[in-house]
């Protein structure tokens, strides 16, 4: 059964790094897009970053450009998060996502996205 398990979140202070995992079974990982939405209290879930594993072309969202890293380890079909200064904003809960194609240009178009995980809670006090 094709199924998605996110993990690695947890509770921190304003300033600290939080790295989540996101393992990937009964799915083809190469040559798929990967990513990783949030969704905050009260507000859409919206993308964070994105990586196409055939080129290993990645996107971010603006708001964390220079402090997450996506990454992948493809002999276990795993995709991480790097999250460092991370700050009271970035509290969401946060999915990984996987769809064999997107548009030029819709990197989080999450229709895109046929697989997702169950999510996992980040929280980041201040």
């Known amino acids: 059964q094709a199924q998605l398990d996110d993990s690695g979140g947890g509770s921190v202070q304003a300033g600290g790094s939080l790295r989540l995992s996101c393992a990937a079974s009964?799915?083809?990982?190469?040559?798929?897009?990967w990513g990783w939405f949030r969704q905050a209290p009260g507000k859409e879930r919206e993308g964070v970053t994105v990586?196409?594993?055939?080129?290993?072309?990645?996107y971010y969202a603006d708001s964390v450009k220079g402090r997450f890293t996506v990454s992948q380890d493809k002999s276990t079909n795993t995709l991480y998060l790097q999250m460092n200064s991370l700050a009271p904003e970035d509290t969401a809960m946060y999915y990984c996502a996987a769809g064999p194609s997107v548009r030029d240009g819709h990197w989080f178009e999450e229709s895109k996205y046929i697989y997702w995980g169950q999510g996992t809670q980040v929280v980041v006090s201040a």
């Open positions: 009964e799915i083809p990982y190469s040559r798929y897009w």
């Open positions: 990586i196409y594993t055939g080129t290993n072309t990645e």
